[in-house]
């Protein structure tokens, strides 16, 4: 089916019915603001970036620019900007844009979250510390050429392509109504905003994709309850709707509905992080007894419904540098007591396990290992935290073991040095992991390109699994329900929920077809 479908002339017309599934609002219109998934949704529709992520090649392309060089060193990338990118007040594009966008994201009063990304650009820091006006490593060579000096070697791709370094009209950015009014490059221009309903867009006559986009309007519902998109998603009222473990298996059954849903393994890692410093976790033996003692395969079926892919190490499925060679811990209850007798603890000992109320991997999926680890001798405690205390306890190392989804993507290289012993665990070297091989192969890869970085990577994440700084649970499957009448959906694994509306359109047979 999907062969024939691909095979059609996209339809221009009608309305693309999206939906912000994460929560009861956007955290507003100026989305240098916002690191969240919920505003990345109507970003796309509104701004470009730099780069777009392109999920069938599940890697970052070019998109402001037409072109691109890399200097010998792999530091100085010049870039040969779009000169039919116009904003939606009517004015082109130019370097100055990007250059001044990068400039406010490292105002160091104002705590951007794409100040992250920004600052693998030198002299991007010294903005950020007050102790520059500009960063020093962009220069503009004229209107439509860039030059920008990196600190490291790395593929910009992967730190320009978020919605959070959006590039904005420098004109009219710094004006009061640009908060309300966003103006940017995007296929659709902002029409309105309903606080905590919805935010519309029309299309954009002048992008400079030629054709797109091919719907006449794209309208974002903010649907934070389960329920509530459930019932506008059978009602026909929205094209798409994120779904949870217990819809998932509904949608499942269901005849009709089991025949639109689009399921992606996203770019994070469910697991259980072990502090170094707690003296039984600093023995490996003991993590690999743990990873051996619990039966991730039964909870991924009972409690998560099989939403989920089963973790073999750090990097999930949709990694470029996945292994696919490599094989999960083994349930083996037996294997586990043994190792742990090497270890010194035959009669097993007991630790704080801390974690939050979410379903998916909180206090539900440590209520089901706690019997698990019994068996072979080890005793939990439970310490509930809510999700924002969460991220705070484990930054600070004020935990013995937690429970957490994390990152581990897109960039292979960025996810694995989690692990590097020069990562702070304020960063996200949670587990104060150290190890020397490891570090030595990570400096390895950030050194090389192409298929040789690659090859490294999986030499990194194998030691990973070896080592076992966590519990290997799951992937996270994002599945997204669609309506028959919606074509062009991408398999996004950084996002599921965050597609570029300009590739979709909808058929005769949508109620907003016109």
Not at 371 to 383: A, Q, R, S, Y
Request: glycine share 6%.
């Amino acid at each position: 089916m999907g062969g024939i479908a691909e095979a059609q002339t996209p339809r221009k017309g009608g309305t693309i019915r999206l939906t912000a599934p994460y929560g009861s609002s956007f955290a507003n219109l100026d989305i240098h603001t916002s690191n969240r998934a919920q505003d990345e949704i109507y970003a796309k529709a509104i701004h470009r970036t730099l780069y777009n992520w392109d999920s069938a090649a599940n890697k970052p392309v070019l998109e402001l620019a037409t072109g691109v060089t890399a200097s010998p060193d792999g530091l100085v990338y010049t870039f040969k900007l779009r000169d039919d990118a116009i904003f939606h007040h009517g004015r082109k594009m130019t370097a100055d844009d990007i250059i001044w966008t990068f400039n406010r994201l490292m105002d160091g009063t104002k705590a951007y979250p794409g100040a992250r990304y920004v600052r693998i650009i030198k002299g991007a820091v010294d903005v950020e510390k007050g102790q520059a006006k500009t960063i020093s490593g962009l220069k503009k060579i004229d209107d439509t050429t860039l030059e920008i000096t990196l600190t490291s070697k790395v593929d910009p791709g992967f730190y320009f392509h978020a919605a959070m370094t959006s590039i904005y009209p420098a004109d009219e950015a710094v004006k009061e109504s640009f908060n309300s009014k966003p103006i940017g490059l995007g296929p659709y221009k902002f029409l309105e905003y309903v606080p905590g309903s919805r935010l519309v867009g029309e299309r954009w006559e002048k992008f400079y994709k030629p054709g797109k986009p091919y719907a006449d309007k794209v309208s974002i519902s903010i649907m934070g309850e389960a329920a509530a998109r459930d019932v506008a998603f059978r009602n026909k009222e929205i094209d798409t709707s994120i779904l949870g473990p217990a819809q998932y298996v509904a949608y499942q059954g269901d005849p009709a509905l089991s025949k639109g849903l689009l399921e992606v393994a996203e770019v994070y890692t469910r697991n259980m992080g072990m502090n170094q410093n707690f003296k039984p976790f600093a023995d490996k033996r003991v993590r690999q007894a743990i990873n051996h003692a619990i039966d991730s395969d039964l909870i991924i079926k009972r409690l998560v419904k099989g939403k989920a892919y089963r973790a073999t190490g750090w990097l999930p499925l949709s990694s470029p540098a996945y292994d696919k060679n490599l094989k999960p811990y083994a349930y083996d209850p037996e294997k586990a007591k043994k190792l742990l007798a090497e270890a010194g603890y035959a009669d097993g000992f007991e630790f704080e396990w801390t974690a939050t109320s979410n379903e998916s991997w909180g206090i539900p999926i440590v209520e089901a290992v706690i019997p698990m680890l019994e068996k072979v001798g080890i005793k939990v405690k439970i310490k509930p935290v809510e999700g924002t205390v969460l991220s705070e306890v484990v930054s600070k190392g004020e935990y013995q073991a937690y429970i957490w989804s994390n990152t581990s993507g897109p960039d292979p290289l960025e996810a694995l040095k989690c692990f590097h012993s020069a990562t702070p665990q304020s960063a996200c070297n949670y587990t104060a992991f150290k190890n020397a091989n490891l570090d030595k192969v990570l400096d390895e890869a950030a050194a090389s390109e192409g298929e040789k970085r690659i090859e490294l990577l999986k030499k990194a994440n194998a030691i990973v699994q070896e080592e076992a700084p966590v519990w290997f649970f799951n992937y996270n499957k994002a599945v997204m329900a669609y309506q028959p009448w919606l074509k062009g959906l991408q398999p996004n694994a950084t996002e599921l929920a965050i597609q570029y509306p300009e590739e979709l359109w909808v058929e005769e047979s949508s109620p907003a077809a016109k």
